[in-house]
């Protein structure tokens, strides 16, 4: 099996651009998904298949994927985009298993 | 609208059982692989079981194979996760989510979770 691996936190103040990357030894074979979780609450899909934006999630995020790194990008981050954020993949190596990174804390202030 | 919800967490002594559901409305059930995810308090998400379409496919995460038994009924609409010999270890917010598969070739794959339900909690303490 596999990890992914995740900063555990990014700060960032209102306006500027978040980055959060995920490192992985499968990511070049496998698409990323990204979900935020505000505290308290279900996680919600922000990006699947490495930069898909499902109906509903602002145009200012963004995702990408490179070699053995995904990144999910915030541009022009606002408060209400403060929360965790994990991203996911699938290992396949054997049975198909679910993959999360660790989870990164995005504070904006 | 597309609605999962889960029931039957609770409390419950080291050793244990205890069965989870999850009710799915909104979408055609049977049209989608299903998952259970969970969330230790104040720890990170992590994959737990997956089931296809027809339960023919069936995984599981090293932590609960053995343990736990993921099923479903299509007729009913609905998700199940039983749980044995449940650990200090299993306490967390277990969530169910949707699957799409990803098919090729004529055979199709788990993929991500687009749809999650609120999660019902699990306490394992004596």
């Known amino acids: 099996s596999y990890e992914l691996t995740q900063p555990p936190s990014v700060s960032v103040s209102p306006g500027q651009t978040a980055r959060i990357t995920c490192s992985g030894d499968a990511l070049p074979k496998k698409s990323a998904y990204w979900y935020q979780q505000k505290s308290g609450q279900a996680p919600v899909l922000v990006i699947y298949?490495?930069?898909k934006r499902p109906s509903g999630i602002p145009e200012r995020v963004s995702g990408s994927r490179s070699g053995t790194m995904a990144t999910l990008t915030i541009s022009g981050a606002q408060v209400e985009d403060e929360g965790d954020y994990y991203c996911y993949s699938i290992d396949s190596s054997g049975d198909y298993r679910g993959i999360f990174g660790g989870g990164t804390r995005l504070t904006v202030l | 609208q597309v609605h999962l919800v889960e029931s039957g967490g609770g409390l419950v002594k080291p050793g244990g059982s205890l069965r989870l559901s999850c009710a799915a409305s909104g979408f055609a059930f049977r049209d989608y692989f299903m998952t259970w995810i969970r969330q230790a308090p104040g720890k990170g998400l992590e994959w737990v079981s997956f089931i296809s379409y027809s339960s023919s496919t069936i995984s599981y995460a090293d932590s609960v194979k053995g343990r736990f038994s993921i099923s479903r009924d299509n007729t009913k609409k609905s998700l199940y996760l039983q749980m044995n010999r449940l650990r200090a270890d299993d306490t967390a917010v277990y969530y169910c989510a949707r699957v799409p598969g990803f098919c090729n070739g004529g055979r199709c794959y788990p993929s991500y979770m687009d749809v999650w339900g609120k999660g019902t909690t699990v306490t394992v303490a004596s």
């Open positions: 298949e490495d930069n």
